[in-house]
């Protein structure tokens, strides 16, 4: 016998196995909070990566219910497009980095909600080794680049680029110019600076502070060095 168009159309979907479903939402979970580890420690990101991560526990769990509810049914497919066709998404993704990890937290709730619990585990513990892997041996993870300095100052005559260089130069043991902007009533500046211990961050803090009063000097960690 076959299915007419219009049957196929209104079918309102086999019903979901509650054992399955749950095992399935505990497993999203449990890969969302592995995700946020990995983003948390591994991350490059300069923003609050600990608080980013925590998204990609709603988010992957959100998407496993949704692909569980409409995969059997063509009308609540055709229902979600135009759900979506009317939410506007707008997230403050600052870097290529965070929409990455996004789409991995989809990808693992798509998988679940698809019942494709062997292949979505499978693909994510050999992303994640190949992201640690990267991350620990690469020739760009450099263990001492730790800190990212930037200065500003409202007093430009005073203070030059050329006079922070030769103070970081002096107490840091490496200084690497990520950021220099100048105008006649400011001067920023960003460093990426090497330190062994806490003693010399402490003294290119005084010495900089010498140089003008006013002067803003922030420190930010990037893997910590206490």
Known sequence: MTQTFQDFVSASGANIPLFGFTINLILSAILAIVLSWIYTKYGNSLSNRKQFGKNFLLITMTTMLIISVVKSSLALSLGLVGALSIIRFRAAIKEPEELAYLFMAIAIGLG???DQTGITLLAFAIVALIVIFTKKFSKKFHENQNLYLTIHCTDTQ????????????????????????????????????????????????????????????????????L
């Open 158 to 225: 005073t203070i030059s680029i050329d006079i922070i260089l030769e103070i970081l130069k002096k107490y840091c043991d490496a200084v690497d110019l990520r950021r220099f902007d100048e105008t006649n009533e400011m001067l920023e500046v960003s460093f990426l600076v090497e330190a062994q211990n806490f003693e010399q961050l402490s003294k290119t803090k005084t010495e900089l502070q010498k140089l003008n009063k006013e002067l803003k000097i922030t420190f930010l960690d990037n893997k910590g060095l």
């Open 112 to 114: 679940f909600g698809a």
